[in-house]
């Protein structure tokens, strides 16, 4: 049998942490090619609906890094996206889907470990999960 | 449909390596868009432009996607190319398959099937990519820097001498900051007043600089190359045109209190000058302690006034500037030595700070230059200066370096030696942290010829003991305790933020670290702008510096404002948000959102509106519309959920 792979579709803010993976590429650090990068000016500009989307088109999870509450670079930004992060999660549960799938967070320009390790655990989380079983349930 | 050309980088073998770029580009030959696919060894070359040059004309391409390093480092060496050729720089997009695909992966199949990915979603970002072009608004010729030491003085002396006009406020009566307190300066021991007091004077006469003293900023407003600032001018109650400065108003004041100049260690009348020198060079009565605002009590000093200068009915005066850029100079503090409960600090009035010795050390000070100890007057035989005070001490004071103290006290040190030849000084220290130019040798000088002599670690006590304080501590270096029987103690106090700044930065939208400090935009590459467009930082404001540091950053900042004032206008990135109208419910939510202020309600239409210049394009007021009227260009929802599709379905 294949082994499984999951997908997972990363919103990185272009400021911290984008900047702090390209720093991981930079160090020559590894982690699984299941981390796909959307790369964002803010953590704000992201939807809940990109979120949903890529849930629902078939991603096995969405993560969203932000630059460190109290750093971001247009002041609040990840505030916003911190409030939504927490709406979403508590959408998910109510509709029946994984919020355990979703994750948030806040990965500075200096932390490629970070970025690494982050990438690491929680593709190996996605695993233990298995596949998205919601992407066949298509309703968006 | 829009003709894409794709360009794979090899950078060497960094990409190739690991991403099969042959493959790649037979994949990605099919795929819907792709008018042109090649790979070439280094597309950021003279060669490689050349080819994408050469690419856009021959085949009319619409657009390209060059798959390479990060945009950080390319995007504008790649967007200049296409505008060499006639072809919009926004026709552009970078996909990113080195730092964030080659360089993460080993495996080359997964590597290569992620990089066709990353290159998808570029192209599918890239066909509703709409030609954009920069921002242009016109700017005022005229900068403002808050906070007259030395690095205002010098920031405003460089913009002046440019040919522009400057705003300087100073919340005190006169410009000179804390450096014109200093007694003579390392590493050259140069007196301060004799190198300041020459610039104090240029910003007087500069026909370019418009001073206001006792004045501060009330609010700014506005957009780089664009502020309107409000300054309150407190009055001084002496009409500066009148005053002859013959001093015939101090002796007959009645009042007394602690000279601010004198760092408390004499005193001032409640009418007063500064120091000699100030500038501008005009006498202020200080209304917290003056008795003549009680009409009946006291009029003492303009009874004395020859030429009737005083005027106790002066109200605040309020200015309204329009400048073009902000240089933020608000300068230091000493942390409070009350923190310093261990050291005996008002306890003991023998301890003092490293300004209040700099003001016995100054011929102008409050000893004349002699040295004398506050309590009796005698002449300190022992004296223990102690390194480190409140700095360095993450669990109870402040964790960073000071970065001045190991210089200063060393040079303190110095100066008493030449004052008191039979003395002798004792320093307790962490590090010598001297890493200025001649500032080694500045410190071994004076070990090896001066006899001063380092006890490394940390005092732990300070206790009295007949007119003498016993300074208690270890030193580390023989770990044997040391007790020295001291007539004064001098502590380095930290260098913190300006107490009375904070409400000015915070006023500014500026940011600053954990300390207090302000941050610059990049630690490395950018350390004299802010995060905010059109302000930027000089001297200790933004963290502990000695003076030529604070003069070089405050030159620094100068010329950034050089450069941008030189423009005849100013250029802004056009990636904003822009409104559909037929969408839009005037709602507000956006206004909300925003953190520039660059969202209003057009009152008329009832619909959001866009500042394009003050926008900066973060999209937290896209994500907030309710209902979709708002987008980002170049980076819609439908772009977006475009890219989403690349990589959900699989």
Redesign the interface.
């Known amino acids: 049998m294949k082994e499984y792979?999951p997908?997972i579709?990363c919103f990185l803010c272009k400021w911290c942490t984008?900047?702090g993976?390209?720093?991981?590429?930079?160090s020559?650090?590894?982690?699984?090619?299941s981390i796909?990068?959307?790369?964002?000016?803010?953590s704000?500009?992201?939807?809940?609906?990109?979120v949903v989307?890529?849930?629902l088109?078939?991603?096995d999870g969405v993560f969203i890094g932000g630059c460190h509450p109290g750093d971001c670079?247009?002041?609040?930004?990840n505030y916003?996206t911190r409030r939504?992060f927490v709406m979403l999660t508590k959408i998910f549960d109510t509709l029946g889907l994984d919020s355990k799938r979703l994750k948030l967070s806040w990965i500075s320009a200096s932390e490629g470990t970070k970025f690494?390790k982050v990438s690491n655990e929680y593709t190996e989380e996605i695993k233990s999960y298995g596949e998205n079983p919601s992407?066949l349930n298509v309703f968006l | 449909m829009k003709r894409i050309g794709v360009f794979i980088c090899h950078c060497g073998i960094n990409i190739k390596a690991t991403v099969d770029v042959e493959r790649l580009t037979e994949e990605l030959a099919e795929y819907p868009g792709v008018a042109y696919i090649e790979n070439y060894v280094f597309m950021c070359s003279e060669p490689g432009q050349k080819l994408i040059k050469d690419t856009i004309i021959e085949h009319k391409l619409g657009g390209v996607v060059v798959a390479a390093c990060?945009?950080?480092l390319h995007e504008t060496t790649f967007q200049d190319a296409l505008e060499e050729v006639g072809l919009n720089r926004y026709q552009l997009e970078i996909a990113?398959i080195?730092?964030?695909?080659s360089?993460?992966?080993?495996?080359i199949e997964?590597?290569t099937?992620?990089a066709n990915?990353?290159i998808k979603?570029a192209i599918e970002r890239l066909k509703l990519n709409d030609s954009l072009y920069p921002i242009s608004a016109s700017l005022t010729k005229r900068a403002l820097i808050i906070g007259g030491g030395i690095a205002g003085i010098q920031a405003a002396l460089d913009i002046a001498d440019g040919g522009y006009e400057v705003i300087l406020v100073e919340k005190e009566p006169s410009i000179g900051g804390h450096m014109i307190q200093l007694s003579e300066t390392f590493p050259t021991l140069d007196c301060s007043q004799c190198i300041m007091t020459p610039k104090m004077v240029a910003i007087n006469k500069h026909k370019n600089i418009k001073l206001f003293a006792n004045s501060e900023v009330e609010s700014i407003e506005g957009f780089v190359g664009n502020f309107k600032v409000s300054i309150k001018r407190k009055p001084q109650y002496v009409d500066p045109d009148k005053c002859t400065l013959c001093d015939d108003c101090t002796p007959v004041c009645p009042v007394v209190v602690p000279s601010e100049y004198d760092e408390g260690m004499s005193w001032r009348k409640a009418i007063y000058i500064p120091f000699p020198q100030s500038i501008p060079a005009t006498f202020t009565i200080d209304t917290e302690n003056c008795l003549g605002f009680n009409p009946i009590a006291c009029t003492k000093c303009s009874d004395a006034c020859g030429p009737d200068a005083i005027d106790y009915d002066k109200k605040p005066e309020y200015f309204e500037e329009e400048i073009g850029a902000v240089i933020v100079a608000t300068g230091f503090d000493l942390y409070p030595v009350e923190n310093m409960a261990e050291y005996g600090y008002g306890k003991y009035p023998d301890v003092l700070d490293g300004l209040q010795f700099e003001r016995i050390l100054s011929a102008t000070g409050p000893t004349g230059g002699e040295m004398h100890r506050p309590s009796d007057g005698k002449i300190p035989k022992e004296i223990v200066f102690i390194q480190c005070s409140g700095s360095r001490d993450p669990e109870r004071h402040n964790p960073y370096c000071s970065r001045i103290c190991c210089m200063y006290t060393i040079k303190h040190a110095k100066l008493y030696k030449h004052k008191v030849h039979d003395g002798q000084p004792y320093i307790f220290y962490i590090d010598i942290r001297s890493g200025g130019k001649r500032y080694e040798e500045f410190v071994q000088q004076a070990v090896t010829e001066e006899g001063i002599v380092y006890f490394r670690g940390k005092v732990a006590r300070i206790y009295k003991e007949a007119d003498k304080m016993i300074v208690s501590g270890i030193d580390t270096l023989t770990s044997k305790k040391i007790e020295i029987k001291a007539d004064m103690v001098v502590l380095a106090q930290a260098i913190v933020p300006n107490f009375n700044a904070a409400k000015l930065i915070n006023t500014l939208?500026l940011?600053t670290d954990e300390n207090g400090f302000l941050i610059e935009a990049h630690p490395k590459l950018r350390p004299v702008e802010s995060?905010q467009a059109g302000l930027y930082l000089a001297g200790t404001a933004q963290g502990p510096k000695d003076i030529p540091d604070a003069v070089s950053q405050a030159s620094g900042a100068a010329a950034k404002v050089l450069a941008l004032l030189s423009n005849d206008e100013i250029s802004h990135s056009p990636?904003v948000a822009i409104v559909n109208e037929e969408l839009c419910s005037g709602c507000g939510i956006c206004v909300s959102?925003c953190?520039y202020g660059a969202r209003e309600l057009d009152e008329i239409k009832k619909i959001a509106t866009v500042n394009d210049v003050l926008c900066?394009?973060?999209?937290?007021c896209?994500?907030?519309c309710p209902s979709s009227a708002a987008q980002?260009k170049n980076?819609t929802?439908e772009q977006?959920?475009n890219?989403?599709?690349i990589?959900?379905?699989?």
């Open positions: 792979k997908k579709v984008s900047a993976a390209d720093l991981a590429g930079t020559r650090l590894k982690y699984p090619s796909l990068p959307i790369r964002v000016m803010c704000s500009r992201i939807d809940p609906m990109f989307k890529a849930f088109n078939g991603a670079h247009y002041h609040e930004g916003h939504r690494a992407k | 990060s945009p950080t990113n080195r730092e964030q695909c360089w993460v992966h080993d495996d997964e590597a099937r992620k990915l990353i979603t939208k940011n995060l990636i959102a953190p900066e394009g973060c999209g937290a896209i994500t907030a980002q980076l929802d977006v959920f890219m989403i599709k990589y959900s379905y699989l």
